[in-house]
């Protein structure tokens, strides 16, 4: 049962990603025939792999960079923590993110996150390794039986084995009367804003959103109070 995990170990998290380059000419013929043959049975409506490259590359770890990566951890007094790293350079981004996992009451850290197991956990462990890094302790998970591994998805939660079963962070917050976190942008709108518009910020306060929506909805799936924000 869920409300037997120890609140204080569990790390909500959420990640904003964008493409490698801001526009398809950008790119290297060479990344461009990649692209081409990786995405080719993928493309619908006779979509060109350029106008799919601006759909879709920001959601593929090989072809994307991080920007964002917003965690969220509860206090004793009750309250939500949440602390954010973010930048234009990845691998400083990643660096800053990885040390925390250096602290002791972060090494045991269980990790928690909306479609995490399919997207997060594995985005942030492969950009680890294409910067040139370890991916930090949590995220590794070569070798570990199911039950080892410290990772929490409350999509996989919400499916109660029904795997054929999607619904979305924000569906989920509606369900569960929690303010929803996409009052301002969706994720559909963060490589726009970050290319075009060079507001990272807002991306940032979208990413914290989003952690504080995922606690409380973890927290209502153990029949728990709404969360409080705390800046730090």
Request: proline share 5%; with cysteine.
């Amino acid at each position: 049962m869920i409300q037997n995990i120890p609140i204080e170990k569990v790390l909500f998290l959420d990640i904003e990603t964008v493409p490698n380059a801001s526009a398809w000419e950008d790119l290297p013929d060479s990344e461009k025939k990649l692209w081409d043959k990786k995405t080719f049975h993928q493309r619908k409506n006779e979509l060109t792999a350029e106008d799919f490259y601006q759909e879709r590359a920001g959601v593929m770890a090989e072809f994307g960079k991080i920007i964002c990566i917003s965690i969220g951890k509860i206090e004793k007094n009750g309250k939500l923590l949440i602390k954010s790293f973010y930048g234009d350079d990845e691998k400083v981004l990643l660096e800053e993110f990885g040390e925390i996992f250096n602290r002791p009451k972060l090494r045991d850290s269980i990790l928690c996150a909306h479609n995490g197991k399919e997207f997060d956990f594995p985005w942030i462990a492969r950009r680890f390794l294409i910067n040139g890094m370890q991916p930090p302790i949590p995220f590794q998970m070569y070798g570990k039986k199911p039950w080892e591994i410290p990772h929490i998805d409350t999509m996989e939660l919400w499916k109660f084995g029904d795997y054929k079963s999607y619904i979305s962070l924000e569906l989920l917050a509606h369900v569960f009367q929690i303010p929803t976190p996409k009052d301002d942008i969706d994720g559909s709108q963060v490589s726009s804003i970050y290319y075009i518009d060079k507001d990272l910020f807002r991306i940032v306060q979208y990413c914290e959103k989003d952690v504080l929506t995922l606690a409380n909805i973890f927290r209502r799936m153990r029949q728990e109070e709404l969360l409080i924000k705390k800046e730090e």
